[in-house]
């Protein structure tokens, strides 16, 4: 693997069809506990508003989703990159490739934790308010 990705070489898509087998790997790469029911990740990531995929010579390196209302509010759940790839514009790619689509939207939210935070707030994120994240999860993600 090149560590000097030129962001030429990233290849964006927005498709439903991505490979199982290198969606779950980055899951389990980054320590999500999702791959654990893997049918319900990949039903949920391929039946989401909007799923958006990285490429970098012919590998899925990265996938982000987004489940929205279609008009005024978008929810950006998952953004994942492969650990080997991080740092090197693959986040910034799919996200600018998310507000190409949602960028008008009254309201675009997202649930940051640990790095991401930083990456969020470069991308012109900010806390929302007093609202604090609050979930009921069955997995231990965070």
């Known amino acids: 693997m090149r560590n000097d990705i030129n962001t030429m070489e990233i ?5 439903r069809e991505i490979p199982k087998d290198q969606l779950l790997e980055i899951y389990r790469l980054n ?4 791959p654990e029911k ?3 990740l990949y039903k949920a990531l391929t039946n989401s508003h909007t799923l958006i995929s990285a490429w970098v010579n012919g590998k899925m390196v990265g996938v982000a989703n987004a489940i929205s209302d279609g008009y005024l509010v978008v929810y950006y759940p998952h953004m994942l990159v ?10 910034t790619k799919m996200l ?6 949602y960028g008008d939207y009254h309201q675009q939210m997202v649930v940051a934790d640990g790095k991401a935070i930083e990456f969020y707030k470069k991308c012109g994120f900010e806390k929302a ?11 231990i993600d965070h």
């Open 38 to 40: 893997s049918e319900l």
């Open 11 to 15: 290849e964006i898509k927005k498709s």
């Open 96 to 101: 600018e490739a998310m507000q190409n689509i």
């Open 82 to 91: 492969h650990p080997d790839y991080q740092g090197k514009g693959i986040g």
């Open 129 to 139: 308010g007093k609202t604090a994240s609050m979930w009921i999860c069955q997995g």
């Open 31 to 34: 320590n999500w506990s999702s």
